[in-house]
């Protein structure tokens, strides 16, 4: 009798463990299907903007794809001729600004009314490589003779065209460009505008890159074609909610930039319907004239950029770094390290100002110190002096001594060999005794400036070295020691994103391969 019952009991016992497992297994089942949908639909998110703008542009990418005319660089000299409405207009500002930054050799001529050009050519070989219209209309209006000129040397020198059109009040619905198929639809406003990966002329600008949003302005022109010549670079939506011409065909997508192949007339082409205030235009464009030169006039792919933060421990109380300020210091160096390599902040220190904030940014301080292994750092003085005040050498020398014991007292690194001088005072011109002492104490071997030759404009900074030292031009982000309020930026924070979509930090990283950026000290 006692068998039977323990018997039973144990059925029971594994009845129950057997349930038990069952629920757990269905449990887990359950979890791993509810994930993976999860990372599926994640996935299907993150890719499904991509596919409908490849769905969108399967009408362009149906279409037997041709190939460009070949560009022979040979015989001609790597220089663009540049043709501007005027000598202060902004487009051909904007133009001359990314070709001197750039050092691409260039020679302006004010476009007159008749379409008379410079010789083009000497010693039987070509002077230009590309020919720019800040008004493509210009061209096009050309009288024949001049035209004919201007088109039979980009033919037999195998010389490119690049065009804007930038419309106004008083441009008509609709323009056909005289001699060539092609007729272009003004005063649009745009939206959502998308790259076509299949544009041959792509290098820095990536595909196909997606930017949502209307695009600035309603003043824009979009390029209608039936000729197989003709390939959009840039693809956009209509802004159905404000007018447009009413001749304008229907598409799902209209191109605002396009590339003439040459198989039309010989001569290959890249036509802007706007000028370059949108950044997306400003990428293309020095894309097309790497292109269009046959890599003659390029940018590397490679960019070196050293980020200096000047005047740390530096600052009235209130406008310190605190610990959240720290803590986000270190994730954004985290996060710019998932695309740039090795990525690291550098920071310049004067030591004198250490924990005279109030007890939060006491505490940023010290939290600054204890990762001091996350950062660079470089000497900037120990009371924040500008070098050329000191008269001596050795009270230049007494004081970096003063900063470079507090670094080793809290664990800074010395062996830089990198210093930035206070307000860049004695770096040029220079002054020999700030030199000297940063040799004695630092062994500096590198500086930087934005004084050299002049401020500005910022794109003929230069570097030089003297007495062993090399100096790196330096370029500036529009930040300051008294900028440091995101809401109470100088003109706004609209001010702030200008520069970074398309504006002036934008094109110091497009445009400068190598280059200490870095934010400088308050004005004295």
């Known amino acids: 009798m006692n068998l039977i019952v323990k018997l039973r009991r144990s059925f029971r016992t594994l009845v129950i463990l057997l349930a038990t497992f069952c629920l757990a297994s269905i449990v887990i089942s359950a979890y791993y299907l509810y994930t993976g949908y999860k990372q599926e639909m994640a996935f299907m998110e993150t890719a499904g903007e991509a596919e409908c703008e490849d769905l969108r542009l399967l009408a362009y990418r149906s279409v037997e794809l041709k190939t460009a005319k070949p560009i022979d660089p040979s015989k001609t000299d790597p220089a663009v001729l540049?043709?501007?409405?005027?000598?202060?207009?902004?487009?051909?500002?904007?133009?001359?600004?990314?070709?001197?930054?750039?050092?691409?050799?260039?020679?302006?001529?004010?476009?007159?009314a008749k379409g008379d050009i410079p010789p083009l050519t000497e010693n039987g070989r070509g002077k230009y490589t590309i020919v720019i219209y800040e008004n493509i209309l210009k061209y096009v209006s050309m009288d024949s003779w001049n035209r004919e000129l201007l088109e039979k040397y980009c033919v037999e020198y195998s010389v490119s065209i690049i065009g804007f059109h930038?419309?106004?009040?008083n441009s008509s619905p609709s323009t056909k460009l005289k001699g060539l198929p092609l007729h272009l639809y003004n005063n649009v406003a745009l939206k959502d505008c998308v790259v076509n990966s299949q544009s041959p002329l792509l290098h820095i600008t990536k595909a196909p890159r997606i930017e949502k949003g209307s695009l600035p302005g309603e003043d824009w022109t979009v390029f209608q074609f039936n000729h197989s010549t003709y390939q959009p670079v840039l693809l956009t939506e209509l802004q159905t909610s404000r007018p447009h011409p009413s001749a304008l065909p229907k598409a799902a997508l209209y191109a605002t930039v396009i590339q003439d192949l040459g198989l039309h007339d010989g001569i290959q082409r890249?036509?802007?319907?706007?000028?370059?205030?949108?950044?997306?235009?400003?990428?293309?464009?020095?894309?097309?004239?790497?292109?269009?030169?046959?890599?003659?006039?390029?940018?590397?792919?490679?960019?070196?950029?050293?980020?200096?933060?000047?005047?740390?421990?530096?600052?009235?109380?209130?406008?310190?770094?605190?610990?959240?300020?720290?803590k986000a210091l270190l994730e954004t160096k985290n996060l710019l390290r998932t695309q740039v390599a090795n990525f690291t902040f550098n920071l310049g220190f004067s030591g004198k100002f250490?924990?005279?904030?109030?007890?939060?940014?006491?505490?940023?301080?010290?939290?600054?110190?204890?990762?001091?292994?996350?950062?660079?750092w470089f000497l900037h003085m120990w009371s924040h002096m500008q070098p050329h005040l000191f008269h001596n050498?050795?009270?230049?020398?007494?004081?970096?001594?003063?900063?470079?014991?507090?670094?080793?007292?809290?664990?800074?690194?010395?062996?830089?060999?990198?210093?930035?001088?206070?307000?860049?005072?004695?770096?040029?011109?220079?002054?020999?005794?700030?030199?000297?002492?940063w040799k004695k104490v630092w062994h500096i071997q590198v500086t930087s400036t934005e004084e050299y030759p002049h401020l500005k404009p910022a794109r003929y900074r230069r570097g030089f070295i003297h007495s062993g030292i090399m100096v790196l031009p330096r370029q500036t982000c529009g930040l300051f020691t008294?900028?440091?309020?995101?809401?109470?930026?100088?003109?706004?924070?609209?001010?702030?994103?200008?520069?970074?979509?398309?504006?002036?930090?934008?094109?110091?990283i497009l445009l400068n391969p190598l280059g200490s950026s870095g934010t400088p000290d308050r004005t004295p």
Not at 273 to 287: A, E, Q, S, V
Request: glycine residues 8%.
């Open 482 to 508: 008294h900028t440091v309020f995101y809401k109470e930026y100088p003109g706004g924070p609209q001010e702030l994103d200008k520069s970074i979509r398309g504006g002036e930090l934008f094109l110091t």
């Open 82 to 112: 540049l043709f501007v409405e005027s000598q202060y207009s902004r487009l051909g500002q904007d133009i001359i600004a990314i070709l001197e930054s750039s050092r691409f050799q260039y020679h302006m001529v004010i476009a007159p």
């Open 270 to 326: 890249v036509l802007f319907g706007n000028n370059l205030t949108f950044w997306l235009h400003k990428l293309i464009f020095i894309d097309a004239i790497s292109f269009l030169s046959g890599k003659k006039l390029t940018l590397t792919l490679d960019r070196y950029i050293l980020v200096d933060i000047d005047d740390i421990f530096v600052g009235k109380e209130g406008t310190r770094m605190n610990i959240n300020d720290v």
């Open 166 to 169: 930038k419309a106004n009040e």
């Open 393 to 437: 050498e050795s009270s230049l020398v007494e004081q970096m001594v003063l900063n470079r014991e507090f670094a080793i007292e809290h664990g800074i690194p010395t062996g830089m060999g990198y210093a930035v001088a206070p307000h860049h005072s004695g770096v040029y011109p220079v002054h020999i005794q700030l030199y000297e002492a």
């Open 354 to 376: 250490y924990h005279t904030g109030t007890e939060e940014e006491d505490e940023g301080d010290d939290l600054l110190l204890r990762s001091a292994d996350e950062f660079w």
